[in-house]
């Protein structure tokens, strides 16, 4: 079963805006990793938080993370058409276990 | 520093035959990880390696998939025979070592299509 879950499932937004995307997972992690993936292409490591850790920048993303709720969020602020991809979350325990993804397009 | 290879980059087969696909990952990194993702999903683990030991293999289909690490380096992951069920992209990622700080490198991906 996978373990983390990304929402929403799909968003468009114009160039220049934030996006925001949420993962939901079930159990406990030792960390939780968001990666980026192109169309057709491998995966792409964007930023990883340790599970005693709230917030992380890297660039243009934010990431944070409520253990007590067992969710995460990543915020990519003002927005380029090259951002257009599925991003997914993978939570790690004793192994690592993605989502389905969340599909985003930047429109022009 | 060059990337996780894979190849081939796309197959296609009919149910029933054989297929093999090869991974080469970053040089030093001693944790490898082959990955099914089904068409609009995560991506699956299949296989963990440590060096050339097997440390996950719990959601591999042992019946019809195998893979090995000769010498800890290269992997090949192989289906036979295969079923439509298997067309997917198989990805294969490399990490320094396993833990708590790992990043995974992944490759391009080989994408099956079993008719």
Known sequence: ?108 | EAGVAQSPRYKIIEKRQSVAFWCNPISGHATLYWYQQILGQGPKLLIQFQNNGVVDDSQLPKDRFSAERLKGVDSTLKIQPAKLEDSAVYLCASSLAPGTGDTQYFGPGTRLTVL
């Open chain 1, 1 to 108: 079963s996978q373990q983390g879950e990304e929402d929403p499932q799909a968003l468009s937004i114009q160039e220049g805006e934030n996006a925001t995307m949420n993962c939901s997972y079930k159990t406990s992690i030792n960390n939780l990793q968001w990666y980026r993936q192109n169309s057709g292409r491998g995966l792409v490591h964007l930023i990883l938080i340790r599970s005693n850790e709230r917030e992380k920048h890297s660039g243009r993303l934010r990431v944070t993370l409520d253990t007590s709720k067992k969710s995460s969020s990543l915020l990519i602020t003002a927005s380029r058409a090259a951002d257009t991809a599925s991003y997914f979350c993978a939570t790690r325990h004793d192994k690592i276990i993605f989502g389905k993804g969340t599909r985003l397009h930047i429109l022009p």
